[in-house]
């Protein structure tokens, strides 16, 4: 039984927290910027073929420009040299966004404990889900975006995430 | 085939145990301009050092070692020298241009300066790091940050002036990479724009430079297999079979036939993938994405049988030393089947699409063009040179797990463009499957794996049973394999070209150094002169066309 609104207007309207209404829409609509360095970024290859079909969950639209992005997938290794322009990339993508830190590499520095590689992504830039494997299979890839959404879900208009507390290694 | 080397230096060189020619610094340059010139060995394959710091018998500290093959690509000579405290020698640049690229990663990496060099800069390592770190003393974890990225200024100034341009007010500059989405991977190449055409161009590598050299000093040679994986990830286990192909070089063991025709089915099949991803990727570059669908598919195909076969779709981690890890499963031929017909349907409805398009013979024909000359001289190998119509081919020229028995046609190209390496590539995957229907048909029993408990492995009944396999298990984990002392190069054929390992031993279970001869490297290095003149759209496809990938190429 419907009350309030809903009881006046009938089905023609729903009524819902804003919260609610905008994270339901961003859940099904990322826009993911692929950072593929190394194999796991042939893996997010399958995500986007037919097998897996990442549209499947609404994002598909894979930008190459971090300022139309709200999803950045960092899959692959990091090395030292590249994490200046991986920092730079996300500091263009605008608020809010996410990160996927895709790969043993990108999470620890994987089997590469050794001069060139960065130990982790999180010394640089705030990571919301991990996902491991050497490569992820794309399952994993998958199940992480759902793990997105579930963030997204929780997450209030009022939470500007730009205001996290992060200072990362190359934040000055 | 002529012998004025060893004629005119016969005074000069002298023969270690492990057939190298060992010259004075001062003579390299002479010796290998005799070479190139008298005796015809045109082709640089690779250029390393060595630092002996824990090697008291040397005579110095460094040494550098020069691979060359013969312009049949028959014989291989290796030229070494040692380095004095100087820490300096002659640059050989004026003979070959793919030296560049390899003097900048031996400065980089050991601190080796070559005199005469055009522009001794590092190459792999961030343009803020101190130090050199595939030198013994240097301790492999110890990382440092890089804060900015190189302008490469450095480098486009002197080039633009070569090009007679004095002002750069009219040129637009653009940096495509190493976040771009054609760049595959994280390939950097600055260009200098006139309008849309390309004026000039310089290219940066190390963005993935994993440390896979300085790795290799730190595991034992089976942990080392894994890291082959992730070298050209595109074929995995192509790598891992060069790898073990090397190491059983040394150790002077021949392969079981049944692990041989194994290590060539699964071979062909990875050399199938890498050309199924570097074609589909380069035809989403055009524009043609359904074709993206047509030759992906087949691969996931493929990923399926190989989960099942190796437990993983993309690193497989197969090969072992002395053969391999486990026997093909029940059911493997039907599977395999199943596969090449599907891969047969992608390339057959791709080619329906593209053969006679016009679209897609104006994108591809006379563009992104090396000459046969300047591809031998630049170090390029695999498709790319056989798109140049020079008959390089590892599985002809040096034959190994008898390749010389199959019957296969190598694909050619005539004018060297983006079209004729496409469409050698699309012939490749049909050989490779003519190469697998024989191998299954031909597959003997047997065993998979040297039967030798210095190598391979025990059965894990015995492990598990009695104390012999026992301790013969610890012993292989714990120690690895004893490879006798060496200093050793072998190639195969590996997606890209010629894919080899030069090894450096002691006769502990773990190499000295290992020093990977990545196709990729040369074909990058090439690629900067094969765009100038061209414009950014051509340069997208060039760059498909020359298949890099980044993990083979930074390491």
Redesign the interface.
Known sequence: MAVGAEAIFGESLITTKLDSAISWARESSMWPYVFGTACCAIEFMSVASSKYDISRFGAEVVRFSPRQADLLIVAGTVSYKQAPILKKIYDQMSEPKWVISAGACACSGGFYDNYTTLQGIDSIIPVDVYVAGCPPRPEAFLDALLEVQKIQATQSLLDDRAKRNFKGVLDV | MSNTFKERFAASYTIDAYGAFILDKELILKALQTLFEEDNYTFLVDITAVDYLHVKTQPERFAVVYLLRDQNFQNLITIKTYIDSSLATQSVTPLFKSANWAEREIWDQYGIHFKNHPNLKRI???KEFMGH?LRKD????????????DTLMDEMTPRLKSKGYTSQEDLMFLNLG????ASH??IRTFVALDGENITCAVSEI??????FE??CE?HTYNQII??T??LN??SAILNNIAYAHAVEGILGVDLPERAKFIRVIIGELSRIIDHL?CLAAILVDMGALTN??YL??PR?KV?DLLSKLTGA???NSYMRIGGMSHDLYDGFEHDLNVCLKEIKQGISDTLKLIEHNRIFHDRTQNVGIISKEDAINRGLSGPNLRACGVPYDLRLTAPYYHYETFDFDIALGSVGDVYDRMMVRFEEIKQSTRIINQAMQRLPGGAICVQDHAISLPPKKEVYSNIEGLMNQFKLIYEGVKVPPCEYYRAIEGGNGELGFFIVSDGSGTPYKVKVRPPCFYAMAAYPRMIEGSMIADAVLTLGSLNII??ELDR
Request: some cysteine.
């Open positions: 792999l390592n961030h770190p240097y301790p492999i974890t110890q990382g440092q940050l890089c804060h900015q990225t190493p976040a771009h989405p991977g994280t190390g963005y993935l430079h994993r440390g300085k790795s730190n894994p890291y994986d992730r990830y595109c991803v993206y669908w992906y598919n996931e990923y779709r993309l690193t980044a993990g």
